[in-house]
């Protein structure tokens, strides 16, 4: 298999390479003037890490410059483990070169020793790539490899024995001509090892998603270069022992940090979570045990970040990390995948009820806790849950049925979880097919209005009408708004496909004008996520009179439930609306918990009757009726008029009619029509008056 390389990144691994040797000869220097046998160990120890790092960094800069045909990735165990290597080559080499004596056999096996250490750092490096079929060398340029590691090895040690009297004259130049031979025998040692190996045609990276290397690579070069200054910094000016290892360590750990946590939260990130979760498959299948995967989305947190701001959102993310590991077991692993997504990997569980005793868990405790933290929000997930191995045998198979589940726990009413069922494959690949049509709906002109109209309660005489939204894909045909709304609003399109409703029904009510036709009211339905944009009234303005259309023929409908979730805004709303010319509607009424005091406070121009009352007519006899009348009256004292929903048989328009209701709609007095037809039927009854 052909492959390449990139000339930027194998310039800097030659760089990193000789300030590696700079850094190695410095520090043999000043180990070798200390007196104190616990300094010159101390400093042993932390040059080996800074030094260990920079060796590993080369090589893995050089391994990053290497490309083949094929996506490329890194087991992060093994990486990790190749990193150890470096790191303990480092400090037989600082021992070697710092005794007091180096006698030729000395010499002789300590080159041999790191000749071997680096040549098994490049190729354990090498298998992290976890080829399929397996990496094939050449036995003459893996000698060659294997002789230059000793040849190089055995050279270093003696120039950084040569050269470690501080007080020779010219001694840093001659360090930095020793350090340039060195960095050309390490990086000739990594290539000719790269030369060697041999990548049949169609082989497989089975690392492909271990560590990322493509955002992996500058934050290596970065840290591998801080590393390395501040270790000759530190070694020139002679600072202190304990700063050096602290300062080592801290910037080995932030390079550990970036590679396996989650800025934010602190939590392990993806690619953790991923290798964790591979090994738990491993540990389930030899043990034949179960372990789940439970995955989280935080309800309403879009909300939180539109009306709040971003660093609100992040506070709460933060604090909902803190909140989710003190609801688990101390043995599960917590991480966020992204964004307010969280998952929950619980190993050796006995049954699928552990995990529903796990799900359970969180949720009440998430919602009945309280925190020591200062958040004052209080954040519910939606829950997920998929087993292995009956959901899979993969990472990505569990994590996509988890997420399915998840999506399935949103649809059913959300702060709840659901297990995987194979069903949610097919819904879950409904939504996506769902997702993209509405895409691109409205620049293809896939939407269209329908006019339900709305009845005097005579039953006789047009009242107005409700505008209904429907989808008619090429590919996916005719969908019910049922079915593609709630889509919409969760990813929010609903907000663009909203303005497109106004200015459509503004359109349609300026064409039935100007064919002649009596202008109607049209109600119009907001949707939850509208209402959250904090420019929506003037944009619903701007939209109608930008169509040459007055504000008193549109009227906004609000669900009863939507309305009660956040009352004092929404009265602020209304009056918002109110104060444009526009008319509001509470729809859905009786569905919701309507206080008293705040159905006073809104006062809106109508109340429509949800359709489950309409039905109760016919089937609740008596009772029914009362509910119906009482809602009626209720409505007449706050001087709102009230409209019937679902009237579809001949005695709920009697009952109706006899109970005064001011407006009524269904599909006994009318279906939902399109704009000509619904024009035409205007004209029809011009023509009866």
């Not at 946590?261 to 179960?290: C, K, W, Y």
């Not at 200062?374 to 994590?399: E, F, N, R």
């Not at 444009?580 to 859905?588: L, R």
Request: charged share 15%.
């Amino acid at each position: 298999m052909q492959s390449s390389y990139n000339f930027w990144l194998v310039a800097i691994s030659f760089v990193v390479a000789v300030l590696a040797s700079y850094t190695a000869l410095d520090l043999t220097g000043r180990i070798f003037l200390l007196a104190s046998a616990r300094l010159r160990h101390a400093w042993r120890l932390g040059g080996a890490a800074a030094l260990g790092v920079g060796i590993w960094s080369m090589h893995f800069i050089a391994m990053l410059a290497f490309s083949l045909p094929i996506p490329l990735g890194y087991d992060f165990a093994t990486t990790a483990y190749s990193l150890g290597l470096a790191i303990g080559v480092s400090y037989l080499a600082l021992v070697v070169t710092t005794n007091a004596r180096l006698t030729p056999l000395r010499l002789a096996a300590g080159g041999v020793l790191m000749g071997f250490g680096i040549a098994g750092m490049h190729y354990t490096g090498m298998a992290a790539m976890e080829m399929e079929p397996g990496t094939h060398y050449q036995p003459a340029w893996f000698a060659g490899s294997l002789a230059i590691a000793i040849g190089a090895s055995t050279a270093a040690l003696w120039m950084a024995r040569a050269l470690s009297n501080d007080g020779e004259r010219h001694v840093v130049s001659k360090r930095f001509i020793a350090a340039l031979v060195m960095g050309v025998a390490i990086t000739g040692m990594h290539y000719a090892g790269m030369a060697a190996a041999e990548f049949p045609p169609g082989a497989v990276c089975g690392a492909a998603k271990g560590v990322n290397a493509a955002w992996l690579a500058t934050s290596v070069i970065l840290f591998t270069f801080a590393i390395l200054i501040v270790t000759l910094m530190l070694s020139r000016f002679d600072a202190r022992t304990s700063f050096l290892i602290g300062s080592v360590s801290k910037l080995n750990g932030q390079i550990v940090r970036l590679a396996t946590l989650d800025t934010l939260t602190g939590l392990p990130n993806r690619s953790t979570l991923t290798e964790r979760i591979d090994r738990a498959i491993h540990n389930a299948r030899r043990h034949r045990s179960v372990f789940a995967i439970l995955f989280m989305d935080l309800d309403g947190f879009k909300t939180i970040n539109d009306s709040l701001g971003h660093s609100a959102g992040d506070e709460v993310l933060s604090a909902f990390a803190q909140r989710l590991l003190l609801c688990v077991r101390a043995s599960d692993t917590v991480a966020r995948l992204g964004g307010d997504e969280f998952v929950v990997l619980s190993e050796n569980l006995g049954s699928r009820e552990d995990a529903c005793t796990i799900a359970e868990g969180v949720l009440d405790r998430m919602r009945q806790g309280i925190w020591s933290d200062s958040q004052p929000l209080q954040v519910m997930p939606s829950i997920g849950i998929a087993l292995y191995p009956h959901d899979g045998d993969t990472v990505d198979t569990l994590l996509k049925h988890a997420d399915a589940a998840m999506y399935e726990a949103k649809r059913a009413g959300r702060s709840t979880y659901r297990f995987f069922e194979q069903s949610m494959n097919e819904a879950a690949m409904r939504t996506l097919q769902i997702q993209s049509a509405l895409h691109e709906a409205l620049t293809a002109g896939h939407f269209s209005l329908h006019f339900q109209p709305k009845f005097h309660g005579s039953g006789d005489s047009l009242a107005g009408a409700e505008a209904l939204i429907r989808l008619h894909h090429p590919q996916l045909g005719t969908l019910a708004p049922l079915e593609f709304v709630p889509i919409a609003e969760r990813s929010g399109q609903i907000v663009q496909i909203g303005y497109w409703v106004l200015r459509e029904t503004c359109r349609q009510i300026r064409c039935w004008i100007e064919q002649g036709l009596p202008p109607m009211k049209v109600a119009i339905n907001l949707s939850p996520r509208q209402l959250s944009q904090p420019n929506l009234v003037a944009t619903m303005l701007e939209i109608v009179k930008a169509e040459g259309v007055q504000c008193d023929q549109i009227m906004f409908e609000i669900t009863e439930t939507v309305a009660m979730q956040d009352a004092p805004k929404t009265i602020e709303m209304i009056r918002a609306f109110q104060a444009s010319g526009f008319e509001i509607a509470i729809d859905d009424f009786g569905t919701g918990y309507s206080s008293l005091a705040y159905l006073q406070r809104f006062r809106v121009k109508q109340l429509k009757i949800d359709r489950f009352f309409t039905n109760g007519l016919d089937e609740h006899g008596p009772e029914g009726s009362a509910i119906v009348a009482a809602i009626i009256a209720l409505a007449h004292s706050l001087e709102m008029d009230v409209v019937a929903e679902g009237v579809e048989t001949e005695s709920q328009l009697d009952m109706l009619k006899s109970m005064m209701c001011d407006e009524m709609q269904g599909f006994l007095l009318g279906k939902p029509l399109t704009a000509d037809d619904f024009g035409e039927l205007l004209r029809e009854r011009m023509v009866a008056a």
